[in-house]
């Protein structure tokens, strides 16, 4: 039977980057693709009671471990997986290391280690989670190029570590990486809520095999694509140590052994940290502030309205006016709050919300506040010189508070409009200027 193709690119990819072979346990290989490890088989298994997922499509090259500490602690049956997403560079220090270090730790060659870019400030954990789905995403488990010097065929090769973690040192969380806020759910056995463990017990996590997900490369097949399109961006992305530099010089695609996926194939490198969902900009939250301010106008027009719609006898038809003012405008603004508000929470100015339905109903509320601000003006400005607001039952009086505030309002829209026409005449003439 022919050698596994997985694991024969796999130990040619770590000869390329010079894994030790003191720190190699081939015996305890295993690969986990399709052929090696048929869809028949278990996707999970019970260990020391809890769920181990396992690697499917993955190939694990066995680490040597401590057995005295192994069998001290009985580490294999009572101590539960895990899988730590990383770098090749950095399993390799890890691996050096014996352990998981911490942010703040020193290496044994004297690097003081800091929390990655782009990951959350202030964790001083070490990270694993019980889901290889999740160990793989781009944000933890780098992707690299590896040309095979046996068939010259390319294959992407992405890198995680396996490890045994000790329970009562877990302390469980949800994933990071907002897969919740967009109803997705990342690991078919693990839900979303218990998808990361993090401890500061260096001791307690032990690294036993280095997995390696081989695949040939295709331009338009990428890894974990559907991870990498549906949880792209994130601002809560949990610490990753880095045990060595993450900005190694790159060499030309495809020319050596090794090299870093482009971002313009959309899979995360290890030399880029990943994109970040921004949060929402100061100008959007004044925006949002300013709309709910806007909104007292229809309200209390709404409310003057129904208050006094009997109490102007000069011309019924304002307090008419008022109250339809009121709900329409009220209805306009709530619109463009919802509009607004989920355009916002998506944190994109990619995105383009309710699309030409928002913009067809707004533009005819646009025109239809404009036949309403001259159909008001018909009401309300002839009957200035002759409304009195004392005797009530007169048929030129209409109550004050109610007059005068519908008389303020329609100036108040006129206004408006002769500052927007002042401001694009201003703009206008700026642009023939500068043009």
Known sequence: MAECEHLRVGREFLESVSWSFAFRQEAHDRCYCERCYPPHLKDTMDVANYTYVIPRGWTRFAISVDEGFFNHHDVWDKWLNCYHGTSIENAKSCVEHRQLLLPNDTTMHGKKLEIREGHIKGEHYVFTTPSITYAALDYYAHTYHFQSPYNSQIYTIKVVLQCKQKPDSIIVQPETVDARRQGIKICSYIPNDKLEWKTQHRSTVTIYGLLLEVKQYHVHNHSNSFQYQQIRNTQNVSYEPATISQTPSSPPPFKTKVSTISNSENISSPTTEKTHREP???????????????????ISALIFGQIYKNDCPIQPWIPRWMTIFGAVGLATFGLLFIILLITFKSCSDDINIGGCISGCVLCLLVFFFLGWLITGSVWVFPANSKVQYNQYNETNY????????????????YSLIGLVICCGGILALLGLCLG
């Open 398 to 413: 209409c109550q004050e508070n109610l007059y005068k505030f519908t008389f303020g309002l329609l100036l108040a829209q």
């Open 280 to 298: 929402m900009s100061k100008k959007r939250i004044a925006l949002l502030i300013l709309l709910v301010i806007a909104t007292i106008l229809p």
